[in-house]
């Protein structure tokens, strides 16, 4: 176990090199060479093997997405880094994320944020993503059952919304839930036409604006309203 745990540090270690290459190559898309320091040691310290399903634990560490079950993936580790870096997580930030699947966003999260709510649509990945939540030691994690296109009112307004599924537009629920001077980081896309990854800011006077960051690739956001 110890040796496996240490192939696994080594294989984390060669996930952050690639992480950091793949920004430098899309440096002028996401307007910086390279991630925040903090989004990379939030990487660096979840394991990611975790969060995979065990028949596929060797391939935890690639960056690239990886299936999950039910139709879902877990994305890759550069997408994950970069919806963090894109979001501007401060420490007393309350997060909203959309699409749990089975818990390794909000585990990176969890490292840099007060607290985060998770919206799942899929009783079983919820069910798994909290034991591997607390496998990895996320307490502040909070998972909820339900349609994400709706979110978690009970818990709104959030500082910060990231979404790992992909609507056809920004859902206006979660436009009415995101704090004033608040990010979201989005999939969205039209059927038929690419799906463009999103930041969307609220300003301090309740205005949205919204750019394009990257073309991406999503499972589509289920029983979209």
């Not at 039910?70 to 963090?84: E, H």
């Not at 307490?139 to 500082?159: Q, R």
């Not at 537009?169 to 839930?177: C, K, N, S």
Request: charged share 25%; hydrophobic share 45%; aromatic share 6%.
């Amino acid at each position: 176990m110890a040796d496996e745990e240490s192939d696994f540090a080594a294989e984390r270690s060669r996930m952050l090199l690639e992480i950091g290459a793949h920004a430098g190559a899309v440096r002028d898309s996401i307007g910086k060479a390279a991630l925040e320091p903090r989004v990379m040691a939030a990487m660096g310290g979840v394991p990611r093997h975790i969060f995979v399903p065990a028949q596929i634990r060797q391939y935890a560490y690639l960056d690239r997405p990886l299936p999950i079950g039910y139709g879902k993936t877990i994305s890759q580790p550069f997408i994950v880094a970069l919806m963090t870096d894109l979001l501007e997580l401060r420490e007393d930030d309350r997060v909203l994320e959309i699409g749990t699947g089975l818990g390794y966003q909000a585990a990176v999260l969890c490292g840099l944020a007060r607290s985060v709510h998770s919206v799942e649509i899929i009783e079983e990945l919820a069910e798994q993503a909290a034991e591997r939540l607390r496998q990895a030691g996320c307490h502040t994690v909070e998972i909820k059952v339900a349609n994400g296109y709706y979110g978690w009112p009970e818990h709104a307004p959030f500082d910060k919304i990231i979404v790992t599924t992909a609507p056809q537009l920004v859902p206006p629920p979660l436009l009415a839930q995101l704090n004033r001077s608040g990010r979201m980081v989005i999939p969205c896309g039209l059927p038929d036409e690419p799906q463009q990854l999103t930041l969307v800011e609220k300003d301090a006077a309740g205005r949205i604006s919204m750019r394009e960051v990257l073309p991406v690739r999503f499972t589509p956001l289920e029983n979209e309203a």
